[in-house]
């Protein structure tokens, strides 16, 4: 989990911190540098490329057998990935697109954010998605998952 989570966390500060021109201030949705076109992608995207990393990395280690589970013959990998990684990023986009229209609606539309407080907003949401979509598919695989016989003995 660490493995994603300080990337995601320090390269999305790095990236927001870098795209704001104007250090001063940053609008919701308004200009060319305003928040939602940072983390919007983010939401989307990061999401997506963690659940399919994720359900990879987890398939492909009960195929060596690096772990004590195997997965189910009877699962169809790929519709799993694309399913789960499509919803993951579908719900969190549009639980990130609710959330700025609900503090834009709230504060002001012309409401001045501070660039580097937001671009630390958007490094620890990144963070927060790294740990989440690292959990929820290995949660959603686990009952595809089950122990080898060669683990139940040497238990």
């Not at 983010?42 to 398939?59: E, G, N, Q, S, Y």
């Amino acid at each position: 989990m660490i493995i994603y989570v300080l990337p995601n966390v320090f390269f999305n500060f790095i990236i927001a911190y870098a795209s704001f021109n104007e250090l001063g201030y940053t609008h919701f949705f308004a200009g060319n540098q305003c928040l939602a076109r940072l983390t919007l992608p983010m939401a989307i995207f990061l999401p997506v490329v963690l659940t399919i990393d994720i359900i990879k990395r987890i398939t492909d280690a009960a195929e060596q057998h690096a772990i004590e589970f195997a997965v189910d013959d009877q699962l169809n990998l790929k519709k799993l990935m694309t399913r789960l990684s499509i919803l993951h990023g579908l719900i969190t986009g549009s639980l990130v697109f609710l959330s700025l229209m609900f503090a834009q609606f709230i504060l002001s539309e012309y409401y001045k954010l501070d660039a580097t407080a937001m671009a630390v907003l958007v490094g620890i949401l990144a963070g927060l998605l790294s740990v989440l979509f690292t959990y929820l598919p290995v949660w959603r695989l686990r009952k595809y998952l089950y122990r080898t016989v060669a683990s139940l003995d040497t238990n």
